[in-house]
């Protein structure tokens, strides 16, 4: 065999065993993240008759700097397997969220209808 076809043999199982190596090392790390990422997310549990706000999925990205992200009070009427959650409005209309859309409310239900005054900018 030639001396230069063996060189050339040699470079490339170098190369699979470096590219092996380095995808091992990726899958490692990769893990480590999946760890790391898995404790620092809350667990959060949802019961019946939690208050709660919902995630505004309808707001653009440039629509109004001061919009709110969180809109209305929403009664939990059902927990669902699996993560869904069936909310109930003022209104007494139902419907099924997912429950990373929703966040408990934290504050007292007689505070909810306290009126809010709203300043606008040219008035100021």
């Not at 898995?38 to 706000?53: G, Q, S």
């Not at 919902?54 to 929403?74: D, E, M, Q, T, V």
């Not at 408990?104 to 009126?115: F, K, Q």
Request: contains cysteine.
């Amino acid at each position: 065999m030639d001396l230069n076809v063996e060189q050339r043999l040699n470079g490339l199982n170098e190369l699979d065993e470096f590219c092996l190596k380095a995808y091992e090392s990726s899958a490692i790390y990769k893990e480590k993240m999946k760890k790391y990422h898995d404790r620092k997310i809350e667990k959060r549990e949802f019961e019946v008759k939690d208050l709660v706000l919902l995630l505004n999925s309808s707001l653009r990205l440039f629509s109004g700097k001061l919009r709110y992200k969180w809109k209305g009070l929403f009664l939990i009427t059902k927990v669902f397997p699996h993560g869904a959650v069936e909310l109930e409005n003022k209104e007494g209309a139902k419907f099924t969220v997912n429950e990373q859309r929703i966040r408990i409310y934290l504050g007292h239900a007689e505070s909810v209808h306290e009126v809010v005054e709203a300043y606008h900018l040219d008035e100021v």
